[in-house]
């Protein structure tokens, strides 16, 4: 049982180039979130989604796009990369109605550095 | 707009020190509300919760937190804490059937040994 597993863990952009961060989660849960941590910012949400098929965005959706093909997995991509996307991304879930007991579940995050 | 504002960035504490974080808090309907742990290198992870009910909650590794709906506040405390206590903390809000946390800035603790 993996929980929340993220891919990369690790990438070096150029200025422009494209890229799709992986969130995986074996947990059955319909909520999932992309989001940014940068020091002294805590951590602000780029994009959710509530379910499959579905996606909203957050308070920093700019300059990323997102997909929820299946229930599983939870896509954030970056068309063109640009130096003020360095962060650290982290992917989180949790399950719907009775079974969510507002605790978020994280995956071990993935560090983008764009040059 | 709703926010947390967690007013100690870095703090430094030797061992057996007590621990209290300030955490406040900017809606003024029903909330959740939230610690978060990040050990280096690690995720996030609960350490605490508050719901409803008692207003002094008990998380993991002897950390507790109180709910103080007047102020606005639910600080963190930990009555003598370990070197293994570094860490960043993060104070997050929910509203009860909403989709969205709001986090606060967090808070880098350094213990020394």
């Known amino acids: 049982n993996a929980g929340v597993t993220q891919t990369p863990k690790f990438r070096v952009l150029k200025t422009g180039q494209s890229m799709t961060l992986l969130c995986a989660q074996d947990?059955?849960?319909?909520?999932m979130y992309w989001y940014r941590q940068d020091p002294g910012m805590g951590l602000r949400l780029i994009h959710y989604?509530?379910?499959?098929?579905?996606?909203a965005k957050g308070e920093v959706p700019d300059g990323y796009n997102v997909s929820r093909l299946k229930k599983q997995n939870f896509l954030l991509g970056l068309e063109s990369a640009a130096p003020s996307q360095t962060s650290v991304y982290f992917c989180?879930?949790?399950?719907?109605?009775?079974?969510?007991?507002?605790?978020?579940?994280f995956g071990e995050g993935s560090r983008l550095t764009v040059l | 707009a709703q926010s947390v504002s967690q007013h100690n960035h870095h703090v430094i504490l030797s061992e057996a020190a007590s621990l209290e974080l300030g955490c406040n808090y900017s809606?003024?309907?029903?909330?959740?509300l939230f610690w978060y742990v990040q050990y280096p290198g690690q995720h996030l992870q609960l350490l605490l919760k508050?719901?409803?009910?008692?207003?002094l909650v008990k998380g993991i590794k002897g950390f507790e937190a109180e709910f103080i709906k007047s102020k606005f506040s639910f600080n963190l405390r930990k009555p003598s804490v370990q070197w293994s206590d570094t860490a960043e903390y993060f104070c997050?809000?929910?509203?009860?059937?909403?989709?969205?946390?709001?986090f606060g800035t967090g808070t880098r603790l350094k213990v020394l040994a």
């Open positions: 947990m059955n849960h319909e909520y």
């Open positions: 809606y003024g309907g029903t909330v959740n």
């Open positions: 997050a809000v929910n509203r009860p059937g909403t989709y969205k946390y709001i």
């Open positions: 989180a879930t949790n399950p719907r109605g009775g079974l969510n007991t507002g605790e978020l579940f």
């Open positions: 989604s509530v379910g499959e098929g579905t996606t």
């Open positions: 508050y719901f409803s009910g008692d207003p």
